[in-house]
């Protein structure tokens, strides 16, 4: 399906402003779930990891979920194996399509929200051009 990975390190965060952002709302998510102890955050990841790809962003109007596999999931359950016998039959080329269909609005949406977040900082910009020899 063309699809590139493109990761960052995780010394670094910084390099992707969604990575920050992403960063501080699970820390915020696992601090309302977690104890004033402490101890049991690990117990509950797996809840503020399920909350946050089931939660449809802004810049995609999709939820992680639904742009990875396809589906809305609505609770823990749906991420259980069906059994082989009572899973639905998908054409796998309907469900590439479909899949596509779904990248393109995807692409398209995050696009048109980056233009739209370049408006404002632009606004004030002017483009300089430096010749060979300028004291810059």
């Known amino acids: 399906m063309g ?3 493109l990761f960052n390190t995780t010394c670094h965060p910084q390099t992707n402003g969604r990575t920050e952002v992403t960063n501080r709302t ?3 998510l696992l601090r309302g779930m977690v104890s004033k102890s402490l101890r049991d955050w690990d117990n509950k990841f797996s809840h503020v990891q399920f ?3 089931r939660t449809s962003s ?3 109007s999709h939820s992680p979920f639904e742009v990875c596999y396809g589906l809305i999931l ?3 359950l749906d991420l259980i194996p069906i059994p082989q016998e009572s899973k ?3 054409e796998a080329e309907e469900r590439a399509k479909a899949m596509k269909k779904l990248h393109q609005l995807v692409r398209a949406q995050i696009e048109k929200v980056n233009a739209q977040y370049k408006v404002k900082p632009n606004k004030n910009r002017t483009h300089l051009e430096f010749k060979l020899g300028d004291l810059v």
Request: aromatic share 16%.
């Open 74 to 76: 609505l609770t823990p």
């Open 26 to 28: 699970l820390t915020t």
């Open 58 to 60: 802004y810049a995609t």
């Open 3 to 5: 699809i590139k990975l």
């Open 51 to 53: 909350a946050y790809n």
């Open 88 to 90: 639905v039959s998908f």
